[in-house]
């Protein structure tokens, strides 16, 4: 051992105290008690190399942050954040801009709703980036991973985050447009005494970044009992392998049930009776020319070889579903199926056959049709409803839905009818199993144990089930139910589905 000249000890000593107290005061949320404009306090959360800071313009009302960090992701955080703890339902807005340029791109400039200061902490943020990007994130449990929703407006000139009873919302503005809920609809738990405010992370620890906050309004609201919130639509994809979420596109009207295209370029879904297309990226819904069918719901699909669309019409005088085919670009609207309902869910992988859910004589049941009408055969004979029936892409088997035995879940058999297997078995009602192109996972919803059919405006998850081993995760917990997944909606690349969330907005 290093024999240390006399008298150096004990400031050597002093220094590692000194070295070891800096770290210590890193590792802690640090709280200034003081009150920054609206907000009571404010500190670093989680391990920070660098203190950050808050200064607080009166007359502009605006909040100039610095915080360093290096995430505010996965199972832990690190930002400067000035909050007020609150309890209730709380509106928080911003104009936000960063200070400088050439930072790291991935730096966040966020409002938050938060559990507690600890870095782990169940949260909901709404997180603008250095490189614009926009998104809802959010951990549901301490501890959890970090999710999140990437809004498609870039670097808006106002973000707001509501928080309505357990359900985290983001809206935002685009550079000269209104304040408008942008998708990204959510249960986030937070028991009373939470904490809202603003904060940055630097995305990087070794520096400081700068963001400010303008024209803040943190605003208390009531959620009133006697009035009926609008319901807004949101068309989102997500990654599987990932689980986060993209806004494609959100609209104040209600739309249902989308397919990718088979050339993975654009979506169709169904509106007020009518079916409408979607590019991927950067477009418009467009109008679909559906012939006299003009009352489709949300039981439509593409054919294999992409050239044929299937819908479920009820335009008739008994108002009854039938299925129709079409041109893909549109046009005549053939009847397959003359008997009534039936709603179409599956394409065998050669395009010769549809399968469908039917009704009966009183009983739901799958059948097949040949693609070019003629005699139904019904594959299922159960008591209760069998449903969703959709094509393994071999072609070696149909899943369906069957309640047969008292919940609702995930069956499957031969394109025949032979050997009906139950491939799910839990406390929950699942619906509508959708394999993957690849084949090697099917994606479907699940309501809770008490949710009768498959109705709308519900707390749902997307899970998945690898075919491989049968086990099951969850994808996503959303606002949804009927008009979510009711039809095959995976990428040609099997590594993404897209879906629709729902919305309910106060005035």
């Known amino acids: ?47 920070v190399l660098h203190a950050g800071s808050v200064e607080y313009d009166a007359g502009k009302k605006s909040y100039t942050i610095a915080g360093s960090g290096e995430n ?25 801009s960063f200070v400088g340029t050439g930072g790291n791109p991935h730096r966040k400039a966020c409002l938050l709703v938060r559990q507690s200061l600890d870095s ?52 935002v503005a685009p550079v000269g447009g209104e304040l408008k809920p942008a998708g990204g609809y959510l249960s986030v738990p937070l028991t009373e005494g939470f904490y809202v405010g603003l904060g940055v992370c630097a995305h990087d620890n070794k520096t400081i970044e700068r963001a400010v906050f303008s024209n803040v309004e943190l605003v208390p609201v009531s959620t009133p009992t006697n009035v009926t919130p609008a319901l807004e639509s949101t068309l989102e994809t997500m990654s599987i392998a990932s689980t986060d979420r993209r806004v494609i596109y959100h609209t104040r009207d209600h739309i249902e049930a989308p397919n990718w295209a088979r050339d993975g370029k654009y979506f169709l879904f169904n509106s007020q009776g009518r079916i409408y297309k979607l590019p991927v990226t950067n477009g418009t819904p467009q109008l679909l020319d559906t012939g006299a069918a003009v009352k489709c719901n949300n039981d439509h699909g593409i054919s294999p070889d992409g050239t044929l669309l299937a819908v479920s019409d009820q335009t008739g005088a008994d108002n009854k579903s039938r299925i129709r085919l079409l ?84 069956w499957r058999m031969n394109p025949d009818g032979l050997a009906q297997t139950q491939i799910t078995s839990d406390d929950y009602n699942n619906w509508f199993a959708h394999p993957s192109p690849d084949g090697k996972w ?22 998945l089930m690898s075919l491989a ?18 039809v095959p909606s995976w990428s040609p690349d099997s590594k993404q589905v897209a879906f629709v969330s729902y919305q309910l907005v106060y005035p």
Not at 10 to 30: D, H, K, N, W, Y
Not at 154 to 168: C, D, F, T
């Open 1 to 47: 051992m290093q024999n240390f000249p006399t008298g150096s000890m004990p400031i050597l000593t002093a220094f590692f105290v000194l070295f070891l107290g800096m770290g210590l005061r890193s590792a802690v949320a640090q709280e200034t008690n003081a009150s920054v404009g609206d907000f009571e306090a404010r500190g670093d959360v989680g391990t």
């Open 120 to 171: 782990d902490s169940a949260y909901a943020d709404v997180a603008v980036h250095g490189n614009g990007l926009t998104s809802l994130q959010y951990r549901e449990t301490p501890g959890g991973l970090t999710h999140e929703i990437q809004s498609d407006v870039s670097a808006p000139a106002r973000v707001r985050l509501e928080k309505r009873g357990n359900y985290i919302s983001m809206w």
């Open 442 to 463: 099917i994606v479907f919803i699940t309501f809770k144990k008490d949710v009768k059919g498959h109705p709308a405006n519900q707390d749902v998850m997307l899970r």
């Open 327 to 410: 041109p893909i670009d549109g046009g005549v609207a053939r009847q397959i199926t003359p008997l009534a309902p039936s709603y179409w869910h599956g394409w065998s992988p050669d395009g010769k056959t549809l399968a469908y859910c039917a009704e009966r004589k009183g009983e739901f049941d799958v059948y097949t049709i040949p693609v070019d009408g003629g005699q139904e055969t019904r594959l299922t004979t159960a008591t209760g409803l069998d449903d969703g029936p959709d094509y393994s892409p071999d072609g070696k088997y149909i899943y369906f839905n069957s309640e047969r035995t008292g919940l609702m879940q995930i």
């Open 72 to 96: 505010m992701w996965f199972k832990a955080d690190a930002f400067q954040f000035a909050w007020k703890k609150m309890s209730g339902d709380v509106t928080l807005s911003a104009d936000i």
């Open 469 to 486: 081993d049968g086990k099951v995760s969850v994808l996503a917990k959303l606002f949804g139910g009927q008009g979510t997944i009711n």
